[in-house]
């Protein structure tokens, strides 16, 4: 019988009694290889000393599981699971998951504290593992999984040298191959929407808008960018914003299709025609985009095949756990329609 201590032993307090890292006694609850049978028992007789044998560790040396993972959004407003982008993902997840028999868990995480009660309960054994999505820039969530060694997929990333395991759409390509689009077509006073720029998604979908403009050795104005949030209302405003700023406009590449569909309403009130006077690309290829007037142009980024590939990426690192961070990045695709 263990000793029992006042209060939960940690995870440093168990490393420190074998006398190892953190990061070992994570690879000796989660099974995984590369750990000396010497130092795997010195780790398990100090998990027994200090009576540290949270669900997750027992269930891990004994073979067993919750069945269940948690898809999580990590987003401080809740306004934003309204935007299709959440349902779409839910759905694409769920589908993939539909054929095991793992069961899927949604939850929020807004605050700090909730993102402890997060770790405790997912540490308790009640997931095998988990996925996020709408990781912004600062957020120490996936850190704070990895180090109590649950397996852990991100959608998207935090920043170009991310290294949680990760699928991603090529974001910057994708954003290239519409103002490339635009370029073609003749449109030279080319304005962006961008999403949240703590959100490297934002930041990527804006680099490809710029690279593509310096290619074709066209000039990037500042007036010509605004700031939105994803959301139709933004994109309503910074359409706005752009046209009373800059009426030259003769095109606009918004970083989502609900913010697209936001400009095409902003453009119709400013009595701009769509796409004689000002030509109109989305990005994700949501329903959406086949019910705007006119229909959308975008970029159609995979949701099925990210959904898929995120559960596949999962469901390995749970079987077993790797070696090394896998991240994928997969291909966009332009879909041409009315408004460009």
């Known amino acids: 019988m263990g000793r029992q201590r006042p209060g939960s032993p940690t995870l440093e307090e168990v490393a420190a009694l074998a006398g ?188 490809g808008y710029r690279e593509a403009l310096e290619r074709a050795g066209a000039a990037a104005r500042p007036s010509w960018t605004a700031e939105g949030d994803f959301s139709a209302d933004s994109g309503h405003r910074a359409m706005t914003e752009l046209v009373e700023r800059a009426p030259e406009i003769d095109a606009v590449f918004a970083a989502s299709d609900t913010m697209a569909a936001g400009a095409l309403n902003a453009l119709r009130a400013a009595g701009r025609r769509v796409p004689e006077d000002v030509a109109v690309i989305g990005f994700d290829d949501f329903p959406l985009a086949q019910h705007t007037d006119p229909k959308l142009t975008t970029v159609r980024q995979p949701l099925e095949e990210i959904g898929r590939t995120m559960v596949r990426l999962l469901l390995e690192e749970m079987e077993e756990p790797a070696m090394a961070w896998r991240h994928v990045i997969l291909r966009t695709e332009l879909v041409l329609r009315g408004s460009a």
């Open 20 to 207: 190892v890292g953190r990061g070992t006694v994570s690879r000796v609850i989660n099974n995984a290889a590369g750990v000396k049978d010497s130092t795997r028992r010195a780790v398990q007789r100090a998990i027994a000393e200090l009576g540290y044998v949270p669900n997750l560790a027992a269930r891990s040396l004994a073979g067993r599981r919750a069945d269940a993972v948690a898809l999580v959004m990590t987003e401080p407003d809740w306004r934003q699971f309204g935007e299709p982008f959440f349902s779409e993902i839910v759905r694409a997840v769920g589908d993939a998951l539909t054929d095991t028999k793992v069961q899927l868990l949604l939850t929020l995480v807004r605050t700090d504290a909730e993102r402890r009660r997060l770790v405790e309960y997912a540490r308790g054994g009640r997931v095998d593992g988990v996925m996020l999505m709408s990781v912004h820039a600062e957020d120490a969530l996936p850190d704070m999984l990895a180090e109590v060694g649950l397996p852990t997929v991100l959608l998207g990333r935090r920043s170009g040298d991310e290294g949680v395991t990760y699928v991603d759409a090529d974001n910057a390509g994708g954003a290239r191959s519409a103002v490339a689009h635009l370029l073609g077509t003749g449109r030279r006073a080319i304005a962006t929407i961008t999403g949240p720029l703590d959100m490297y998604v934002a930041q990527c979908r804006l680099r």
